[in-house]
C-alpha cells in the first residue's frame, strides 16, 4: 500500500477532510492533495507532521533486517 492511501485511508477513517488535515498538519491542502493522489513524495518532516496529525508514527524498519526473520 502506498504512503498517500495510508494517508487517505486513515484521513476517511477518522471522518476528516483534507482541509481538517491541512489546519492541523500545517501541509498545505494541495501537497495532501498531490500525496494521496500519488503525485507528491513528501520529505520525512511533510510526513511526520500529517502523520502525527493523524495519529500515526513514523517507522523505518532495515530491509535487510526484515528479511532475516
Known amino acids: ?29 494541495r501537497m495532501i492533495k498531490a500525496i494521496e493522489g500519488g503525485y ?6 511533510t510526513l511526520t507532521k500529517i502523520l502525527n496529525a493523524l495519529g500515526l508514527k513514523l517507522v523505518i524498519v532495515d530491509k535487510d533486517e526484515k528479511e532475516k526473520e
Do not use: D, W
Not at 40 to 45: D, G, H, I
Open 1 to 29: 500500500m502506498e504512503i498517500g492511501s495510508v494517508i487517505r485511508s486513515r484521513r476517511q477513517s477518522l471522518r476528516s477532510t483534507q482541509n481538517a488535515l491541512a489546519e492541523i498538519s500545517g501541509v498545505s491542502v
Open 40 to 45: 507528491a513524495n513528501p520529505s520525512v518532516k
